[in-house]
């Protein structure tokens, strides 16, 4: 008799972005905004990166797929939830939900993949300088990207086809700006007890163990940086370093609290707030922090607006 309750509309109803909030709107404005810097300054560092000899390297390869994934990830949840909020539509069909939430995970999964290996990838220019050309070549980086890209989509796929199979028995309405996994596990009138042990694994296997080899691979390059002689070697070094520590922090952060803590320790406005974060302003702060303490990436933006190098140096 439970499945006679399932409910006859496959359509789920977004609440949308802080429905309690009195002036949201001023909300989206900036949200917009963000989006907008965050599509022009992660499209200005791939278009450097595609037309700067300089930068391409291995490192900046991966952080032009850094950008991608940016772009794509910003991109599946914000103009869908302007459209609904200028629309005063709520609604968003089965098979869309389904495909926002292969995306999203497709990119959050390649992500974490993709930031673990940049993490190798610094680790072979500081600590083996001299095998860095050979370790790191073409075909090796192209792996690096493909195994990303496919890491995301097979656990996304597992997430997606599980998440969207399931009976929804009264109210569809999802209180979230997006189709996120947990929030329709929530309305689903099916115990998913077992399916959040599997939550929590891939969990461990996507962040908390990349996270766990990135703390690594720092870890044994600021010993060999604390042995360097040569303080411009250091401090080029340690700013490259620090930079994509800082995005690691911004992006995992954020993943372990929705994905490695039980959900009923969440109210849905923090979990919204943690969201925004990790999908809104992240995308937007990647491409300012490779770009602020690298004079690489500043010497082609030079470049290509026309303007004499700030400086000459390395």
């Known amino acids: 008799m439970e499945g006679r309750n399932e409910t006859l509309s ?62 794509a990830l910003i991109t599946t949840t914000v103009p869908k939830m302007v459209i609904n909020f200028f629309s005063g539509t709520k609604t968003i069909s089965h098979f869309a939900c389904g495909t926002q939430m292969f995306f999203f995970f497709s990119l959050g999964g390649a992500e974490c993949i993709l930031l673990t290996l940049m993490a190798y990838d610094r680790y072979v220019a500081v600590c083996n300088p001299l095998r860095y050309t050979v370790i790191m070549n073409q075909d090796v980086c192209l792996q690096m990207a493909l195994v990303s890209w496919f890491g995301g989509i097979l656990v996304s796929t597992v997430h997606t086809s599980y998440t969207m199979s399931l009976p929804i028995c009264g ?44 703390i690594i691979s720092y870890t044994l390059i600021f010993l060999t940086v604390l042995h360097m002689n040569s303080p411009q ?9 620090s930079s994509h520590l800082t995005v690691v922090s911004l992006y995992l952060g954020p993943c372990v609290y929705m994905y490695m803590t039980p959900g009923s320790s969440h109210t849905p406005d923090q979990e919204q707030a943690v969201s925004v974060f990790c999908t809104v302003f992240t995308p937007m702060l990647n491409p300012i922090i490779y770009s602020l303490r690298n004079k690489d990436v500043l010497g082609a933006l030079h470049k290509v607006l026309g303007k004499r190098p700030f400086s000459n140096e390395n």
């Open 10 to 71: 496959t359509d789920f109803i977004l609440m949308g972005l802080f429905p309690n909030i009195k002036y949201v709107s001023f909300l989206i404005y900036a949200i917009i905004l963000i989006y907008c810097a965050a599509v022009t300054g992660n499209f200005m560092l791939l278009l450097l990166i595609c037309v700067d000899l300089r930068l391409h390297t291995p490192m900046y390869f991966l952080l032009s797929q850094l950008s991608l994934l940016d772009l």
């Open 171 to 214: 109210s569809r309405e999802i209180h979230h700006f997006y189709c996120e996994m947990p929030e329709i596990m929530k309305i689903s009138c099916k115990d998913t007890s077992n399916y959040e042990l599997v939550i929590f694994v891939v969990g461990i296997i996507f962040i908390i163990i990349p996270f766990g080899l990135i």
């Open 233 to 241: 070697g250091r401090n080029k070094a340690l700013a490259t370093c």
